[in-house]
DNA sequence: TGACCAAGCGCC
DNA sequence: AAAGGGCGCTTGGTCA
């Protein structure tokens, strides 16, 4: 890793100052950049039409770093202060670790080479490096698809949100106003109980409810459904569309399409789990019904790629357990696993999500029993790192991200008389936690080997959780989904090696994302 | 007035 | 579809 490294010298120019024209001719020689923020120096490349193939993220880096060795917060700290060192809102007010990477000057490339040797020591230091330079290199991967998906943008057809927005609640209101469908439901939910409520409120509906000789603790949709007054079916269809109309609606747009592209901020290792966030368009929440607006281009196609039955699919290839590795080598696993659970599909799968996710309720018990005796190794895995959990301990993914340490207030609960609950509570985030991460890992392995595959002019547009779109001519769509079932296959060799586990990726090439599915 | 929390629900 | 873990985002409501 170390060889053919190019250091540069980061942010040493005022923006738009990053030297484009020298690193596009570096690029030819395929170094891997390094520098401190992806965020901040790559997005001028971009802009000025140079990608780069590789890179190692120092603060993303670090960050993976920290957590390993159990200084999770400090990491988050670090940001902070980096953060606030050039006037961005800073996530919380922890001390700031002092000297290392988040100077509010730009580092020179002497301290760059030099965090970077520091970084590459505690990598070679741990029990498998090769596995955390793996993970180093998708993080870092994942940053520069991040960055280029921010900036080429998903497509998304103005006029028909619109369209969709006028259908379902009426024309776009002045600002301030309810638009008349959601006006008319929330004038039929008064008109039921005889008075005016504002549906928004919480503390309004409970005690209209009460009024009405109804006891409600809370105002969930599944609680208001068992309920049998008229005011619920209107109420219940007033708080979907307000939803729709202030998540998703006209402002929304306003705010983050632009140019027939949805432009969301994805946050790379966000969650504490691996997984992407988004710091604004909320991109990861969009409603299935928003799928019809988005649109390929006259001409192009859009290739969407699901990885199916991911999470199950890779505890069988960590935990090394023969028979479940054997019903993973199918392409519908529960199907395979079937037999083993009385014939019952259904069964075989709510023993595989209550073993992965510490599900308790219904016949999850007796699936669990069966769970534990077909597939010991298995069962074990996500046994003992429930078992961690709950001792407080630190469990880490496949490839070494690790979960942070419990808190100082968990310490005292868990001593406290509630504290077998606080235990038990942690077990089940450790136990997802390790499935959970090692397929967010898998999923960063097959985005960063299929960027590079893409042929020009094909388009990374979409990443959420375990699925891509890629957007590309209609004559490559063909190209671009063998692509795809080649990167399943090479994420699955870079983490696994040889496994018989199979990583079966649902591809189909549609001009509607609604049509997908 | 702004900061903050809880409720609720969208996605995986 | 359920079950569970993980998030982001908006609103109403409280408090300083």
């Known amino acids: ?75 988050r700290s670090a940001r902070a202060a980096h953060a606030r060192s050039r006037g961005l809102p800073a996530p919380d007010e922890q001390p700031s670790v002092p000297g290392t990477l988040f100077e509010p000057e730009p580092l020179p490339a002497a301290a760059v080479a030099e965090v970077l040797a520091g970084q590459l020591r505690r990598i070679d230091a741990l029990p498998d490096p090769g596995r955390f330079r793996l993970l180093v290199a998708a993080e870092s991967a994942g940053a520069l698809i991040a960055a280029e998906m921010g900036h080429d943008g998903m ?20 600002h301030g106003m309810r638009p008349a469908r959601l006006q008319a439901l ?4 008064a008109a039921a109980f005889g008075h005016p409520v504002n549906p928004d409120s919480v503390q309004q509906l409970v005690k209209a409810f009460k009024g009405a ?46 140019g027939g592209r949805f432009r969301p901020e994805y946050v790379v290792g966000g969650v504490v789990s691996g997984r992407w966030a988004t710091s604004g368009g909320g991109a990861l929440q969009i409603p299935k019904v928003m799928r019809r607006v988005v649109m390929a281009d006259d001409g192009w196609t859009l290739v969407v790629a699901d990885a199916a039955q991911l999470e199950p699919r890779v505890l069988a290839a960590m935990a090394g357990d023969a028979g479940l590795a054997r019903a993973a080598g199918e392409i519908d696993l529960y199907a395979a696993l079937a037999q083993a659970f009385g014939g019952e599909r259904d069964h075989a799968k709510i023993a595989m999500l209550s073993a992965m996710y510490g599900g308790t309720s219904g016949d999850a018990a007796k699936l669990l029993a069966v769970m534990r005796q077909r597939f010991p190794k298995a069962y074990q895995f996500v046994e003992d790192a429930a078992k961690s959990g709950e001792d407080g301990r630190l469990v880490r993914s496949w490839l070494g991200r690790t979960s942070p340490p419990p808190s100082g207030r968990w310490r005292e609960l868990v001593s406290g008389p509630e504290g077998g609950r606080a235990a ?70 870079l983490l696994f090696g040889a496994t018989p586990v199979r990583f079966p990726m649902e591809t189909v090439a549609v001009s509607c994302y609604a049509d997908a599915k």
């Open 424 to 493: 038990r509570d942690r077990g089940r985030f450790t136990r997802n936690f390790v499935v959970q991460a090692t397929a967010a890992e898998w999923a960063l392995a097959l985005m960063a080997v299929l960027r590079g595959l893409l042929p020009d002019p094909a388009r990374l547009v979409f990443f959420q959780h375990d699925e891509v779109i890629v957007h590309c001519p209609l004559g490559q769509a063909g190209e671009v989904m063998a692509a795809v079932s080649a990167a399943a296959a090479e994420a699955s060799r």
């Open 1 to 75: 890793m170390v060889a053919g490294e190019t250091v540069l010298r980061v942010g040493e120019a005022p923006l738009p100052g990053p030297p484009a024209r020298a690193v596009r001719e570096l690029e030819e020689e395929r170094p891997r950049w390094v520098w401190a923020d992806t965020r901040e120096s790559y997005p001028p490349l971009i802009e000025a039409g140079v990608r780069v193939a590789r890179c190692h993220d120092l603060a993303l880096t670090e960050g993976l770093l920290l957590a390993y060795e159990g200084r999770h917060g400090e990491s």
């Open 155 to 174: 497509p998304w057809r103005r006029d028909a949100h619109d369209a969709l927005l006028t259908e379902l609640l009426g024309p776009r209101p002045v």
């Open 213 to 258: 000789g109804v006891a409600l603790k809370t105002t969930r949709s599944w609680e208001l459904k068992r309920i049998d007054h008229p005011a619920v079916a209107p109420l219940l269809a007033y708080k979907e569309l307000a939803r729709l109309f202030s998540f998703h609606g006209w402002a929304w747009a306003d705010q983050w399409v632009r």
């Open 186 to 189: 929330a004038d039929e939910v």
